[in-house]
């Protein structure tokens, strides 16, 4: 039997403690998938959490990590086309609902999860897209087009954060307004193409952002941090207004101002990535492919790790500072 290295865990715990490189079966591709020889996998905070113990335990007794990746096709099962080996694809749920991810070098899953890599962009780029740049696209586009609209993007500096401010200004919104922690952090939302730049940490955060907007407030908010923010929300949404909410860490169950927001006409959207309506996937795909063909996206990587060190991603995860992808190259010769 054909043999693999990969990056697992059995138990859940520490990054450094548990996350073991082994040498394991390499993966045949089923009916209706594909073969992938990863290059590079990509780390999230979700996979940080559930490795840690935070989520319950893994679930199998061996997990692989990691839903987003990119490489290139070695092999299809029946009923895909061959002509598709050879390919170099990113990925998306290739851990969801399995034990089986991209920190390995390699994985077989649904050929529709493997989505073409245009020439223009790096494996590294490719790694970065299926859980941050899909969550941003969701949370922006869920309901409607942007143009001339003004968007408030908060933790603009983070992996979400930062596609969406992109994107925004991509899709013609008249302002974006991130919101950062200050310092470097408000300099990297600057550089991702931000209007205005405000410090959360400093000041009335909900007058700065009215400030930004001329007095207008905001139609769209990207947010993070749902609970935490509510203040500050309703003070600047518009009303017809949009939260498209894809966390609320700080406080996981917030009274919800359900009057207020209903004579406003406002709306509270729920974002998961994983469960992406088949339609606003489709069209999220074929927005990221059109501009990274483009050379439209910037895609900031904070750590590059190789394969037997994988565990500094997980824990450059875990770090507030961090400032772009946490990824691991598995391979440089894909």
Not at 19 to 24: D, G, K, R
Not at 49 to 75: C, E, F, M, W
Not at 109 to 135: M, N, R, W
Not at 231 to 241: E, M, Q, W
Request: glycine residues 12%.
């Amino acid at each position: 039997m054909i043999q693999m290295n990969a990056l697992c865990y059995r138990q859940t715990g520490p990054a450094r403690q548990v996350l073991n490189l082994e040498s394991l079966p390499r993966p045949a591709p089923a009916k209706g998938e594909v073969l992938v020889q990863i290059a590079v996998s990509g780390a999230n905070p979700s996979d940080a959490k559930a490795r840690s113990g935070l989520r319950g335990g893994p679930g199998y007794d061996l997990v692989i990590p990691h839903s987003d990746g990119a490489g290139r096709i070695t092999a299809v099962g029946d009923g895909v086309d061959p002509a598709r080996i050879g390919q170099r694809v990113w990925l998306w749920n290739a851990a969801y609902g399995r034990a089986l991810g991209t920190a390995a070098e390699f994985v077989a899953l649904p050929q529709e999860q493997a989505v073409p890599l245009p020439d223009a962009a790096s494996f590294a780029a490719g790694a970065c897209l299926g859980i941050p740049a899909l969550t941003a696209h969701r949370c922006l586009f869920a309901d409607g087009p942007i143009a001339g609209q003004d968007i408030l993007i908060t933790g603009g500096a983070g992996a979400v954060g930062a596609y969406g401010v992109q994107m925004a200004k991509l899709a013609g919104a008249r302002r974006v307004v991130a919101s950062t922690s200050g310092g470097v952090k408000s300099d990297h939302a600057w550089a991702m193409g931000a209007d205005s730049v405000v410090n959360y940490r400093n000041g009335d955060t909900a007058r700065a952002i009215l400030d930004a907007t001329d007095g207008r407030g905001v139609d769209r908010i990207v947010e993070v941090e749902f609970g935490g923010n509510l203040d500050v929300t309703r003070a600047v949404l518009k009303p017809n207004g949009v939260i498209a909410a894809y966390g609320s860490m700080a406080d996981p169950e917030p009274a919800l101002p359900f009057y207020p927001m209903m004579f406003s006409a406002q709306t509270l959207r729920m974002v998961l990535v994983y469960l992406l309506p088949e339609a606003a996937r489709a069209q999220g795909i074929a927005d990221l492919t059109a501009w990274l063909a483009e050379g439209a996206l910037q895609h900031p990587v904070s750590l590059l790790a190789p394969l037997d060190e994988g565990w500094r991603a997980h824990e450059a995860c875990e770090d507030n500072a961090r400032i772009g992808a946490a990824l691991i190259e598995v391979a440089k010769d894909v």
